[in-house]
């Protein structure tokens, strides 16, 4: 086990079973963000922060897409174990303690985003002998760099006014998330010879 | 790797050297991590120091909180390390964010302390620092912690220290990097949006205290300094020269050697503070020389000030 991708060809390519494995998950996570901000997005918007909402609907689609073409997949007979187990964890979940049922729901949808934009950072992975100029390695490196700004939608809101009177609650349903999804990672890493500090 | 617990986070430590004895705290910097201080625990440890590192709440090993970090939390955490080292006499000391944390504590604790030594520090928030902070906070936004390291080690280390890694500046990043998640520097440095000055508390240190401060700190100059050395009333400041904010990385043999003999003078009943200014040597073992009578040392200019 290492904490590393590898041990990585002679072109410092990162082995297929790895690259799957993590596009897979990193596939079904953003992909059930998009859906989501799809259901929330209306056709005409109506509010500033709606624009928000529309790019972070286009920057998920685009992290899906970049995996799709950018990975060499291979067969990986626990994928269809795992990914039920992922798509179950992406369930919107409404925030308890909200009245509100709409806030409620748009909080969680932002908790579930925090944790997959701060606490997952497959470029973190990569060891230093990684090829550049491999697309899955530089493929990795946009989306953790992608990650870090569009995560910033959800602290504006998360720590913003509307869920001020509410802070107890979002700090724990938050740090939830994380350990939820901070364990699937590491779960779906393990698998392929990877060892990340698990969520306790 | 031992942790200790704070409500439901855990905070990683060590401890190094004899269990019973003196004992030195030392707290990390921002974007730092505790294995930055090896050469410290080594030098330290090796004359009968007991040394005690940690990460705070959002950095390294220990946890992250995702939304909220309050520096009240960063303090509770020092505390609780402290509590881990028995009743032996304990020096702390922090650079920069640690160094205001060390602050923090020696304001509410400060009973427990027999000397204290904030490096690179500051107690309140000058426009300039205000502004390099909040510029800082949108880099790592815009940027990622990458670009925020691309920002502070220009501003921090001398050209001597970087000019013999300028074709590996990755390798020197990459540690960081890889401890520091975006979020989480993000959420200490918001722990300064509801920021209030300290300078007011500062009178109520008793403990005796050496300031240190690099002789071309950009980010926190001498001027922040001088508030520390004007308000606690047993404190003097040590100016160390050539150095920039991050002396601790770029000269820990000659650091270590002033907190050692710090700590020494104080146990000894040696230690005078009169809130003079000293002049540290270039290399460790050296003598500590007086800031030039009749000088302004807020000045990069020798001119004539009312005192030292």
């Known amino acids: ?200 | 790797m031992p942790f200790l617990s704070h409500g439901s986070y855990r905070i990683r430590y060590e401890l190094d050297g004899p269990a019973i004895g003196p004992a030195y705290v030392l707290v990390n910097g921002l974007t730092q991590y505790a294995e930055l201080w090896a050469a410290y625990r080594d030098a330290l440890v090796a004359k009968q120091f007991r040394v005690a590192t940690f990460d705070l709440l959002g950095q390294g090993t220990s946890d992250k909180p995702a939304l909220f970090i309050n520096q009240d939390d960063q303090v509770a955490a020092l505390d609780l390390l402290i509590g881990e080292l028995g009743d032996g006499p304990v020096f702390l000391s922090g650079i920069s964010f640690g160094g205001l944390i060390a602050l923090r504590y020696a304001i509410t604790h400060g009973k427990r302390l027999s000397g204290l030594v904030p490096m690179s520090c500051f107690a309140e928030l000058s426009p300039q620092l205000l502004l390099l902070g909040n510029a800082m906070r949108t880099g790592l936004i815009l940027g990622g912690t990458s670009y925020l390291q691309d920002l502070l080690l220009p501003m921090n280390l001398s050209d001597q220290w970087l000019k013999p890694l300028l074709d590996k500046l990755d390798s020197v990043k990459r540690q960081g990097w890889l401890v520091n998640d975006v979020y989480a520097l993000q959420n200490l440095m918001e722990s300064f949006l509801d920021f209030e000055p300290l300078t007011p508390q500062l009178a109520s240190i008793g403990v005796p205290t050496m300031i240190l401060n690099g002789e071309f700190d950009f980010l926190t100059p001498r001027a922040l300094h001088e508030t520390l050395r004007v308000h606690i009333p047993n404190s003097s400041l040590v100016i160390i020269p050539r150095a920039y904010h991050a002396f601790t990385l770029e000269k820990p043999a000659l650091t270590a050697d002033l907190l050692a003999r710090f700590a020494e003078d104080v146990l000894a009943g040696r230690w005078q503070g009169n809130k003079a200014v000293w002049i540290a040597p270039e290399e460790a073992g050296g003598a500590l020389a007086p800031f030039p009578a009749g000088y302004d040392h807020l000045r990069a200019i020798p001119t004539q000030g009312m005192n030292p």
């Open chain 1, 1 to 200: 086990m290492s904490e590393f991708f590898g041990p990585l060809d002679s072109e410092g390519r990162v082995p297929p079973r790895q690259q799957t494995r993590v596009a897979a998950f990193l596939i079904s996570a953003h992909c059930a963000l998009a859906r989501q901000f799809a259901f929330t997005l209306p056709m005409k918007l109506d509010s500033a922060w709606q624009t928000e909402l529309n790019a972070q609907l286009h920057r998920e689609s685009e992290i899906i897409s970049l995996l799709l073409r950018a990975t060499s997949w291979v067969p990986d007979l626990t994928l269809g174990y795992m990914a039920a187990s992922w798509e179950t964890a992406w369930f919107p979940a409404p925030m308890e303690g909200i009245p509100d049922r709409s806030l409620a729901v748009t909080a969680g949808l932002a908790t579930l985003a925090h944790a997959v934009h701060a606490g997952i950072r497959p470029a973190a992975l990569l060891p230093l002998e990684a090829n550049a100029d491999d697309p899955f390695v530089m493929a990795l490196r946009r989306i953790e760099f992608e990650s870090g700004r569009l995560l910033q939608a959800q602290i504006l809101f998360l720590k913003g006014p509307e869920l001020a009177p509410f802070r107890n609650a979002v700090s724990a349903a938050l740090e939830r998330r994380h350990a939820e999804i901070g364990k699937l990672w590491a779960e779906a890493l393990e698998g392929v010879g990877i060892t990340i500090p698990r969520a306790e």
